[in-house]
């Protein structure tokens, strides 16, 4: 098993499939703010960025990915992208399923968002061993994304379901600690660096 760990981090990291990552992830992120453009046309200047909540994980995400591709890094950028993609992609599961139960249907386009939006959580979680962000990093993010969440269900920026308008109070809990569980597993990450650190200076 450990051997098909270490075999899967590498293939990770492998150039092409860094490259179609990137591309996939770079197509993705444009298609959700087109998806988000009638929300964006009816929100106020002041919020518009912190509505498109998902393509903007995924943006980056894909910044994340470019800078692999080229060699270089950032702490920020990594930490903002393994929270949100972690939380944003669970969340549009969440609430396509919660749709689903109200409604009784959600069609292809609601079954392409449970997958595509799954699979942005689990490409956060694949590359958990490849991330390098550090303590500030992840307190930063954290602080980004609570504050996205005072936005989205303080002053009303949440992206609309409208089948489930009348459980916002409930989603906003939801989310909040959907918030509170992926900043914790970050801070895992950064621990787990700083044992990997230790580690690696010992040896």
Known sequence: MLSFM???SAWLMFRPFL???????????IYG????????????????IFVPDSPTASLFFTIVLGLWLIGKRSGLIEALAFITLIKYGLWAVVMN???????????????????????????AVLYIDHYRFGWLSAAI???????NDVIDYVFGQMPIYSSLSD???????FTFWLSVACIAAAFFVV???????????QS
């Open 6 to 8: 270490t075999k899967l």
């Open 19 to 29: 490259l179609l990552l990137f591309f996939i992830n770079l197509g993705g992120t």
């Open 33 to 48: 703010y087109i998806w988000y453009g009638w929300q964006l046309a009816i929100t106020e200047p002041k919020f518009l």
């Open 97 to 123: 399923l919660l749709t689903l139960v109200e409604t009784g249907s959600i069609g292809w386009m609601g079954w392409m968002l449970v997958a595509s939006h799954f699979a942005m959580a689990l490409q």
């Open 141 to 147: 993010a954290a602080v980004w994304t609570l504050h």
């Open 167 to 173: 459980y916002s109070n409930q989603i906003g809990y």
């Open 191 to 201: 621990r787990d660096n700083k044992e990997r650190a230790v580690s690696v200076d």
